[in-house]
């Protein structure tokens, strides 16, 4: 008896994708549990009492806690800079990109939890891994962590949108309580569903070359060592300090614009000495981290006032800016100084030491 011939009959294209899309059940369930995770913390759990009412700190742009600023630490680093620094200046429309893309997320979750519109959103998710990569794919201290994540969502979700949900969903259910909406091409395309076998190894083929280049791409972007030695294009371990504008006056006073431009977003640059070099490498004026530390807030103005920015500001050690943060930094005048060129010389408490050129006039 020939039970091979009998076999392969039973396998139909709706057997077939259902039992893909229950092969990917693990795929589905933890994408969509990782953006269910990232919305929840946000809408449901993470709430603080100030004063007597409840904050959802994530999502309240008058609390330190909101969700906003990781888009000042991501701004160093990420591919649209100068668009972020727009986005976080514009505080109505940044608070409405902040709720619009946790009520995505929440979507997207939910919905491939339940398995429901799952090749759409699916696509979706797609859209939400990219946004990831190009804002913060530079960012993680340990192990790259932003970049993984990024790659890893977008081909799970390339995934998803060949083989769809497969027996365990809600599209499943729907396809089989009402079989004329299950053959609809366009319920197919949108949920879950066979495909026409030809278009299936097309974009199967595509999408996991697709993610191929995402990958690999944005690694050799971001990181090197694909055809380059490894290097970081921004140092996610170490700060850095651009400066720029700088100005001075014959009775010492000194203004400049520092930017934290590189590092982790989890602690502090700290500045604890700053001084004014001659041409022949005499310092003419210093600053120490005592001086630097109780600099008065007329002296530092940061492009970021809100609340929960970040901000470089007078600290026990000296000056003390987070990743992102921008600030004109005015010291105060202790000598008179000659016309001529300086040089402006700061240390932080590592010992790494930033240089910028400037005139007294």
Not at 77 to 92: A, I, N
Request: hydrophobic content about 45%.
């Amino acid at each position: 008896m020939d039970t091979s011939s009998n076999s392969a009959r039973q396998w139909t294209p709706e057997s077939l994708f259902a039992m893909a899309g229950l092969m990917a059940l693990a795929v589905r369930l933890v994408q969509g549990w990782i953006f269910w995770g990232g919305a929840s913390r946000r809408f449901f759990y993470d709430f603080h009492s100030i004063h007597g009412s409840e904050y959802a700190v994530k999502l309240d742009p008058n609390v330190h806690g909101y969700l906003a600023n990781k888009l000042v630490h991501a701004m160093p680093g990420s591919m649209f800079p100068g668009l972020l620094q727009w986005v976080v200046m514009h505080g109505g429309f940044l608070l409405f990109m902040v709720w619009f893309w946790s009520l995505v997320e929440l979507v997207v979750g939910v919905g491939l939890i339940l398995g429901i519109a799952t090749r759409l959103l699916a696509f979706a998710s797609l859209g939400l891994n990219i946004s990831l990569m190009l804002i913060f794919g530079w960012m993680g201290s340990t192990c790259v962590d932003e970049w993984t994540m990024a790659s890893a969502g977008f081909a799970m979700g390339a995934t998803l949108m060949v083989t769809g949900s497969g027996l365990w969903s809600v599209d499943h259910w729907i396809a089989n309580r009402w079989p004329s909406l299950g053959e609809k091409g366009w319920f197919r395309w949108l949920f879950s569903g066979p495909l026409p076998m030809q278009a299936t190894r097309r974009w199967g083929a595509a999408l996991g070359i697709l993610s191929l280049l995402f990958t690999v791409g944005f690694y050799q972007y971001i990181h090197g060592a694909v055809i380059s030695p490894l290097h970081a294009r921004v140092s996610f371990h170490k700060h850095d300090l651009a400066l720029n504008t700088l100005s001075a006056q014959t009775d010492g006073k000194l203004r400049f614009h520092a930017y934290v431009d590189a590092g982790p977003d989890t602690a502090k640059l700290y500045l604890i000495d700053a001084r004014l070099v001659n041409a022949q490498g005499k310092t003419v004026e210093n600053w120490n981290g005592k001086q630097l530390s109780t600099l008065p807030k007329s002296a530092i103005d940061n492009l970021f006032h809100q609340p929960w920015a970040s901000q470089i500001k007078p600290t026990r050690y000296g000056l003390g800016g987070i990743t992102g943060a921008k600030a004109f930094i005015t010291l105060p005048g202790q000598h008179s100084l000659a016309s001529g060129r300086y040089t402006l010389r700061l240390m932080n408490i590592d010992g790494r030491t930033w240089s910028a050129p400037v005139t007294v006039s």
